[in-house]
T-cell receptor, first 114, second 113 residues
Framework: DQQVKQNSPSLSVQEGRISILNCDYTNSMFDYFLWYKKYPAEGPTFLISISSIKDKNEDGRFTVFLNKSAKHLSLHIVPSQPGDSAVYFCAAIPYGGATNKLIFGTGTLLAVQP | DTEVTQTPKHLVMGMTNKKSLKCEQHMGHRAMYWYKQKAKKPPELMFVYSYEKLSINESVPSRFSPECPNSSLLNLHLHALQPEDSALYLC?????WGTGELFFGEGSRLTVL
């Protein structure tokens, strides 16, 4: 039962344009949502998070939007750069204690073309 | 220091060997995690330690044995592994409060022959 889904396994975008990565979830009991970026053979790197009580969080070129009624979040990268090419995972943390597990989506491979 | 350090980066072992993976962080995080990641799949949680005590074991086979000797160190002892256990093993840590951001190490690439 995949509680966090990324339905696009890959995305290709031109340099300078906007990249939009999408994520859907099925469980209303998530407290925080996070986006991670991962290069091959490296650990995931945290990008940005959003609390379930907010609908937008921005950090530089990265903005995350949360639509709770649709159980949908998205990551916008503007402008996209070739160095952004990586696998992007969305993740969710259920309400509760600090050791609650981070539930990862299946990932989207972003390729930014020069 | 915002790093989680994992050693070794690469490990090749036979099915009868005993080896260990090590993880260290000095951020004062009291929750530490082991994840396993296969190619083109998301990280899968294996174990969670909270305040040096095992709090979550995701039904991991006993050939994987975690250990948290102190608040900065996390080990994963490996014995009698199978070739299908070959994967990238990721250690992570986080604070026990706040946004829940996990800091990951670069991983240990394990190959079981």
């Amino acid at each position: 039962d995949q509680q966090v889904k990324q339905n696009s396994p890959s995305l290709s975008v031109q340099e300078g344009r906007i990249s939009i990565l999408n994520c859907d979830y099925t469980n209303s009991m998530f407290d925080y949502f996070l986006w991670y970026k991962k290069y091959p053979a490296e650990g995931p790197t945290f990008l940005i998070s959003i609390s379930s009580i907010k609908d937008k969080n921005e950090d530089g070129r990265f903005t995350v939007f949360l639509n709770k009624s649709a159980k949908h979040l998205s990551l916008h990268i503007v402008p996209s750069q070739p160095g952004d090419s990586a696998v992007y995972f969305c993740a969710a943390i259920p309400y509760g204690g600090a050791t609650n597990k981070l539930i990862f989506g299946t990932g989207t491979l972003l390729a930014v073309q020069p | 220091d915002t790093e989680v350090t994992q050693t070794p980066k690469h490990l090749v072992m036979g099915m009868t060997n005993k080896k260990s993976l090590k993880c260290e962080q000095h951020m004062g995080h009291r929750a530490m995690y082991w994840y396993k990641q296969k190619a083109k799949k998301p990280p899968e949680l294996m174990f969670v330690y909270s305040y040096e005590k095992l709090s979550i074991n995701e039904s991991v086979p006993s050939r994987f044995s975690p250990e948290c000797p102190n608040s900065s160190l996390l080990n994963l002892h490996l014995h009698a592994l199978q070739p299908e256990d070959s994967a990238l093993y990721l250690c992570a840590s986080r604070t026990t409060w706040g946004t829940g951001e996990l800091f990951f190490g670069e991983g240990s690439r394990l190959t079981v022959l």
